[in-house]
């Protein structure tokens, strides 16, 4: 057998469609005139040797173009591969997946009500991290979705040969599209396009990914014999947030200021109200049922005259359309009441007015009694549907849309804690020069203290004003929103466990503490980022030694009765590209006991039952 064959019988249809991307491609460069980097395409034409005296930008821009090819084949043939298997067996023949733990559960013995009540407790939070070089352009993004989903209309076989043929077609007028537009960077990317590029993702895919998510997870649990009213009831789904480092990831990029953060923040505010007021629009038009609002139920007739005095002029207008369908002007009074400046349809700005939502928690009990009227009208698929939809989304995206991490190394926090020193006529020098037991016992001591080293008014140094202005944006956020839209203070190359405590004195010159009754606390969580190999291997007891410590169960008891927990939590990074450099892969994989990869971070959650 050829090696051409056994790659050919190896990868199976990736192969082939690979192979009929690039001959697309093939055939638009030469219809376009360029004869030249269409012989130089891979694996479809004769000319397989490189010339690395005519080499440039052009082959680098075509060889990423067709490895990005490669990847949607490699997408397509493993969702078509999924799909053949379920229809072929069952959806719970494929490992890793729904339906597959939930019929091992069933087998276990445990029953529908006993996995309808615990699958709130699964929490999953995916993060984007700060990767310039690995950033796309938002346009970029949009060609690569529709050449995918142009190959995923191939697979339907209705259609006939001259309607694959426009197929084909529309296809080459996209790879030529995104060929001229180029995917490569000529520069390095800045801050605003790593985030156009996070936005791209949080606005424009994960909420479309959360209903087929949510949709398969029901199917599952109706295919393996389950209940299905416990589906119904979207406080049984497993709880789904984002995380995000771009534009609070400060760890040797000195261009994310405290102006980019508050910019950041605003930001992802912004488009966490877009796509809310897009998925109530979508929700306007399918709640077309007349019903006129004096036969509405007395808790919907209620709300909309509490709307109608919150917003003025701008409930009235609401109201005035869609007469004789309440639901839809109880809709109409939620878009209102979004704090979105809105042009020609389009939400440009952030915009608070009379009677704006301030809290997700207003928008989602107002969805509640919109809900629960759905059902006393008798619309029960609907309310179960569409709104568990609606709900599960504001649910997962809030009015922030992802947590922003804040990450700052080590050593940049002790040279801040010394500046302060100096502020306060301390000799910052000996903090620096200490060893962990002196400035243990230095911290703790000033832990005891409410009061900051420096003054409001006064001139900080570099490190000291960078990170203590960095901390008054967060609280300043914290101040007016709540803390939802913010995720934790991670401190890269965590050595010890000074190295944590040190981030206590830091919140509390730039204020982002608060007096209890037991104590000074932290407002956000502070957590460990290992990443050394000597670092993880003496990681076990300096976290165990944190968690210990008074200021740190203060603050854990704090977040937990903010963030309404069932136990205290305390998240710990293990792993990331030092790991790698500093011990190579496997010692990497061996000291964290994961499948590190160059860029891989991996997070330990721990439940903290009873306090311990």
């Not at 980097?37 to 005296?53: C, K, Q, R, V």
């Not at 010890?496 to 204020?511: F, P, W």
């Not at 008074?550 to 990331?576: C, F, I, W």
């Amino acid at each position: 057998m050829s090696v051409l064959k056994l790659v050919q019988d190896k990868l199976g249809k990736p192969y082939f469609d690979l192979q009929f991307l690039l001959e697309c491609l093939n055939e638009t460069l030469i219809e376009n005139g360029e004869e030249s980097i269409a012989s130089a395409i891979p694996w479809i034409t004769t000319n397989h040797e490189i010339d690395l005296e005519t080499f440039n930008n052009r082959h680098i821009q075509l060889y990423s173009m067709v490895f990005q090819l490669l990847n949607i084949v490699e997408v397509n043939g493993a969702v078509q591969n999924r799909r053949k298997q379920e229809d072929l067996n069952s959806m719970a023949s494929v490992n890793g997946l729904w339906a597959k733990n939930l019929q091992d559960l069933v087998k276990d013995g445990y029953t529908d009500k006993e996995i309808a009540t615990t699958m709130p407790e699964v929490k999953v939070e995916p993060v984007l991290t700060a990767h310039p070089t690995e950033a796309k352009r938002a346009t970029v993004l949009e060609h690569h979705r529709n050449i995918y989903l142009m190959m995923v209309k191939r697979e339907n076989q209705m259609y006939t040969k001259k309607e694959q043929n426009e197929i084909r077609r529309e296809l080459k007028l996209e790879l030529y599209r995104l060929w001229k537009t180029g995917e490569i960077f000529t520069e390095k990317p800045d801050l605003p396009s790593e985030l156009r590029n996070v936005l791209h993702y949080l606005t424009n895919v994960f909420p479309e990914v959360l209903g087929i998510l949510d949709r398969r997870l029901s199917l599952a649990w109706e295919e393996v014999g389950l209940d299905p009213k416990y589906m119904k009831d979207f406080r049984n789904y497993p709880k789904l947030s984002f995380g995000n480092w771009v534009g609070g990831d400060r760890d040797g990029h000195p261009f994310v200021t405290s102006k980019v953060t508050s910019e950041t923040l605003n930001s992802l505010r912004l488009y966490a109200f877009i796509i809310i007021r897009r998925e109530l629009t979508k929700l306007v038009k399918n709640l077309s049922f007349s019903l006129d609002y004096e036969d509405a139920d007395r808790k919907l007739r209620e709300r909309m005259s509490d709307l109608l005095n919150e917003l003025g002029d701008a409930g009235r207008k609401a109201i005035e359309r869609n007469k004789g369908e309440a639901f839809r002007q109880m809709i109409n009074l939620m878009i209102t009441k979004l704090p979105l400046d809105v042009q020609r349809e389009h939400a440009t700005a952030l915009h608070e007015h009379k009677g704006s939502y301030k809290y997700t928690q207003e928008l989602l009990d107002d969805l509640l009694i919109l809900q629960n009227s759905l059902i006393k009208f008798g619309a029960l698929t609907i309310a179960h549907a569409d709104m568990n939809q609606m709900i599960r989304l504001v649910e997962t995206f809030g009015f922030h849309l992802a947590h922003l991490d804040i990450r700052q190394n080590s050593h940049f926090h002790e040279k801040a804690v010394a500046e302060l020193m100096n502020g306060a006529s301390l000799d910052g020098d000996w903090f620096l020069n200490a060893d962990d037991l002196e400035r243990l016992e230095f911290i703790n001591k000033e832990l005891e203290t409410y009061r900051p080293f420096t003054h409001p008014a006064m001139d900080l140094e570099e490190h000291a004003d960078a990170v203590t202005s960095c901390y008054k944006v967060l609280l300043n956020h914290i101040d007016h929103y709540g803390s939802r839209g913010i995720g934790s203070l991670i401190v890269s190359m965590t050595r010890s466990l000074s190295d944590l405590l040190s981030v206590y004195l830091l919140a509390r010159e730039a204020g982002l503490t608060k007096t209890t009754e037991n104590g000074p606390v932290c407002l956000l969580p502070v957590v460990p980022l290992l990443e050394t190999i000597e670092d993880m291997k003496n990681g076990p007891e300096i976290v165990r030694s944190f968690l210990k410590h008074p200021y740190t169960k203060r603050s854990l008891e704090y977040q937990k009765a903010q963030n309404k927990q069932k136990d205290l939590v305390q998240q710990v990074m293990v792993g990331y590209s030092d790991s790698n450099k500093d011990g190579g892969i496997l010692a990497d994989r061996k000291s964290t006991r994961l499948n590190s990869s160059h860029r891989c971070i991996s997070y330990a959650v721990f439940c903290l039952k009873g306090g311990g």
